[in-house]
């Protein structure tokens, strides 16, 4: 690739205090120095020759062979393409995480409510024969390591099946050699000190549907009779965190709250949340016009606050600077944005099939059953397998760590899974940019704590697998051969940038 061609293919940034350098076709971020990335800058914008000539005007003190030099060094970045991770990215459809939807009853009434978007009507899983039905799809269907997610309404509102279900897949599945782990995401209203023993016996992840502080969760999640609900649901978060079991809470914000994003956020830390997942409220097309700026300017009070406090924690509590710390260490581009119709499905009370848990009740998605199976021919599941690049994707930076965005929020936007709204790209994007932040930050000024975030992720990152630095040759070259990406030598690197 000739320097000029390469040079337009990098992403260049100052993020807050950083100049920043992303290549998207080898996934490498790096830290550059000011002239650097000034002389960068010009060369993507006037073109090598004048780009160049303009830059040495500016630094009398510099000459051409400098900045060869540093042409030439940052050319050694294209030598070495990304590799994709075969777990995550495989085009194979096999249920390996399902969404199982137990009950559409609730208890609150949470004024964002998904039921009342969709108007499900009341369904729910009433006896162990529905159930079996449910154990047999996952065991005979599932691959051998499967995640089940029990969602509502409320599923704790169905906590009988709930049991039956948990207790015969973990027996059954132990008697086939399977692995199967647990999840819940319950509103927390129901939690008992039972509850909590039963979830600890099944070795539950729990994420705990909660809003904010006081004021913020009563307006947001009352129960069904208008009652507040943050002291109880404060009381059985704290019971869980005490009791040792994994937690996430999932917090939901509206619009006009969003300047409280980083108030929330920090609320949930000092209460000893480990991680926290804050999504603005997806309430039909346009609902993120509003809020970007104001947005931004939270997330970067977040990204500040993850990095003080580094030290004590040796992991980001905020969950989609986890997700893009794993996916810029292991410098492995997706070639889908998630696991929906081909490793993760939600399944409705009723036993119809879903791409996810957020399609589950919409009469156009329904991809299969589980009696008949997942319907691989299906038009849904076929415009999820074929994602080709397409506008405004193909023309994006952040595409190799994004691919396309989230299905769901896209269709509720634009009526199509592939067509996003650009509002909602600018929170993407700005959530990766902090996240480049932060490991540029993390990885010069905390050095022990970023190898312990890379052996963590190690072991705990759906995107774990074989790494480009520790790879064998030709497997990292079979994988690029298999999903079509050139190789080229590696040349040696000449370390100019800092
Ligand atoms: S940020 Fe938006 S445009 Fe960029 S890849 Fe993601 S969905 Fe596509
Ligand atoms: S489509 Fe959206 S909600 Fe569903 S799994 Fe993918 S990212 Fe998550």
Redesign the pocket.
């Known amino acids: 690739m000739e320097s000029e061609e390469f040079i337009s293919s990098l992403y260049l940034d100052k993020i807050l205090d950083e100049y920043l350098l992303f290549s998207p076709k080898t996934l490498h971020l790096i830290r550059l120095d000011n002239e650097s990335y000034e002389l960068l800058n010009h060369i993507k914008k006037y073109g090598i020759n004048e780009g160049v000539s303009e830059f040495l005007k500016r630094h009398p003190r510099l000459n051409r062979e400098d900045v060869d030099r540093i042409i030439e060094s940052l050319r050694a970045l294209d030598a070495v393409p990304y590799c994709l991770n075969d777990d995550y990215n495989s085009p194979e459809v096999v249920p390996a995480s399902v969404a199982l939807y137990l009950t559409s009853a609730c208890n609150f009434k949470c004024v964002y409510c998904y039921e009342q978007q969709h108007g499900i009507p009341l369904f729910m899983i009433r006896d162990e024969n529905d159930a079996d039905d449910i154990i047999e799809f996952l065991l005979s269907k599932g691959s051998s390591k499967l995640s089940v997610g029990f969602f509502g309404g409320e599923p704790l509102l169905n906590f009988r099946i709930l049991r039956y279900i948990a207790e015969t897949l973990s027996r059954r599945a132990t008697l086939l050699g399977k692995a199967v782990n647990f999840s819940i995401t319950t509103n927390g209203y129901l939690i008992t000190p039972s509850v909590v023993d039963f979830f600890k016996k099944f070795r539950f992840n729990v994420v705990f549907s909660m809003d904010g502080p006081r004021e913020i969760q009563n307006h947001n999640r009352p129960t069904k009779t208008g009652d507040s609900t943050f002291d109880v649901v404060m009381k059985n978060l704290r019971l869980l965190i005490a009791s040792g079991v994994p937690v996430t809470v999932r917090a939901t914000i509206l619009p006009e709250q969003i300047d409280k994003y980083f108030e929330i956020f920090r609320f949930f830390v000092e209460n000893g949340v480990g991680s926290v997942h804050i999504e603005p409220a997806s309430i039909g097309s346009n609902s993120f016009r509003e809020i970007i700026p104001p947005l931004k300017e939270q997330l970067r009070l977040v990204a500040e606050y993850e990095l003080q406090h580094i030290e004590e924690t040796a992991m980001f509590r905020y969950s989609h600077f986890r997700k893009y710390f794993a996916i810029l260490a292991s410098r492995r581009a997706l070639l889908y944005p998630c696991g929906a119709g081909r490793k993760l499905f939600g399944i409705s009370s009723d036993g119809r099939l879903y791409p996810c848990q957020r399609f589950v009740g919409m009469d156009g998605f329904v991809i299969g059953d589980i009696r008949s199976g997942v319907d691989i021919s299906s038009e849904v599941i076929q415009k999820i397998l074929l994602n080709p690049p397409r506008e405004?994707?193909s023309q994006?930076w952040?595409?190799p760590l994004?691919?396309?965005?989230c299905y769901y929020i896209n269709y509720m936007y634009s009526g199509d899974i592939h067509k996003?709204d650009p509002y909602y790209?600018e929170f993407?994007?700005e959530l990766i940019r902090l996240s480049m932040w932060l490991y540029i930050k993390v990885k010069r000024s905390h050095p022990v704590v970023f190898e312990k975030m890379l052996k963590s992720l190690k072991y705990n990152s759906p995107l774990a697998g074989v790494s480009e630095a520790s790879a064998d040759e030709s497997k990292i070259k079979r994988r690029l051969v298999k999903y079509g990406v050139r190789s080229r030598e590696p040349r040696r690197q000449h370390q100019v940038w800092k």
Do not use: L
């Open positions: 405004p994707c994006c952040a595409y994004c691919r396309g965005g996003p790209c993407i994007r």
